[in-house]
C-alpha cells in the first residue's frame, strides 16, 4: 500500500475553505426548488401529535436527519466531530465521519473519528474512498476502519471528479464495481450494510442499478447543487492551471432531485439518503416525499460545530421543527403517511 503523507494537511485544509469560501455551485441547483407541497387549511391533527421518527438499519431515530460525512484526521477536526457527535446524541440522529484511510495509514490519527464515548447510542457511519480499492485497500481495511470508528455501517465514497482535479488524486477507477461487490459479500457475513455515496456530484440510474447489483444496501446521492468540491479544491490548487481546470466544473453533475428520483426508479428496493445541496427542513422534507428515507447535511453542520456543540443541538432542532410543520401543513401525522402526500411540480 502506497504511503501517503499529506492526508492530515489536506483534512484542515478542506474545514478552512468550507469555511471561508464560497464554494456552492452556481449555476446548477439542486432542483428542489421545482417542488412545493399542496397546503392543506385543515390539517384535522395536532401538531403535537406528529411523529418524524425513522427507522434505518434497525435504529431509530427521532428525525429524519443525517449529520453527513465531513472530517478527520486532525486536532481541529476531532473537535469537530466530537461536537457534531454530541449534538447528534442528545437529538437521536445519524452520523458519517470523513474518510478514515487517514486513521488507517496514520494510526495517530484514529482517535479523531473516535466519538463512541460521547454517542454511544447514534446510528454512526464509517466511511472509505471506494477507489482505495484499487490502490492496496479490501475488506479488512473496511473491517479496520469500522473497529476503530464503532460504527454500525460503513460508507463507500465516489469522488471520480475529486480525484481528477487534485493533483495528488488517486484516479484508478478500473475494475471498481467488482471490488465493491467483493467487499459487500464480505461484510454482509458481518452484518454490516455497506452504502454508495458520492461526494456532490451525484447518480445516475445505470450508477444505481450497477451498485445495487454489486449488493450495496443504501445509496447517498449527494447531488449537485451544494458544495463543490471541485472549488474546494480550485482553492487548495498549487499553481494557476490546476485552478482553473478544477474550476471548469463548477456546474457539473447529476442534481440532487434527478439522483433521488434515479436511485428510486433504478433501484426501489434501496433505501436513499438524500444530501446535496440541503439547507433546511423544507429542503429535507421535499426529499423524503420524493422517496429518501434521511436527508443530510454538511455545511450547515460544520459550521455550527465550530462554534459549540449547542449551536448544533439548535440547528438540529430548528430542522427537526421546520419538517414537523410541514407534515402539519400536508396534514400527515408520520412518516409513512408524509411519503403517500404528492409533490407538486413547478
Known sequence: MTEVTGIPSRKDD???????????????TTGLEHYRFAHTALPEINLSDVSTQVRLFDKTLHAPILISSMTGGT????????????????????????SMRAAIQHPSTASTFQVRDVAPDILLFANLGA???????????????????????????????????????????????????????????????????????????????????????AIDVAGAGGTSWSQVEMHRAPTPSHARVAAA??????????SILNVRDAAPGLPVIASGGLRDGLDIAKCIALGATLG????????????????????????????????????????????KIPLIKN
Not at 249 to 258: A, D
Open 14 to 28: 478542506h474545514i478552512r475553505i468550507n469555511l471561508e469560501h464560497d464554494v456552492q455551485f452556481h449555476g446548477l
Open 75 to 98: 486536532p481541529r477536526a476531532a473537535e469537530i466531530n466530537r461536537h457534531l457527535a454530541t449534538a447528534a446524541q442528545a437529538a437521536n440522529i445519524a452520523m458519517g465521519l470523513g
Open 131 to 217: 477507489v482505495q480499492f484499487n490502490y492496496g485497500y479490501d475488506a479488512e481495511h473496511c473491517r479496520e476502519a469500522i473497529e476503530i470508528a464503532g460504527a454500525d455501517a460503513l460508507v463507500l465514497h465516489f469522488n471520480a471528479i475529486q480525484e481528477a482535479v487534485q493533483p495528488e488524486g488517486d484516479t484508478n477507477f478500473t475494475g471498481l464495481l467488482k471490488k465493491v461487490e467483493a467487499v459487500c459479500k464480505a461484510l454482509e457475513r458481518d452484518g454490516i450494510p455497506v452504502i454508495a455515496k458520492e461526494v456532490g456530484w451525484g447518480f445516475s440510474k445505470e450508477d444505481a442499478r450497477r451498485l445495487a447489483s454489486a449488493g450495496i444496501r
Open 249 to 258: 466544473f463548477i456546474g457539473w453533475g447529476v442534481t440532487t432531485s434527478e
Open 296 to 339: 443530510g447535511m454538511a455545511s450547515p453542520f460544520l459550521k455550527a460545530a465550530d462554534k459549540s456543540v449547542e449551536a448544533v443541538v439548535e440547528t438540529i432542532n430548528e430542522l427537526a421543527r421546520e419538517i414537523r410543520i410541514v407534515m402539519f401543513g400536508v396534514g400527515a401525522k408520520d412518516i409513512e403517511t408524509f411519503k
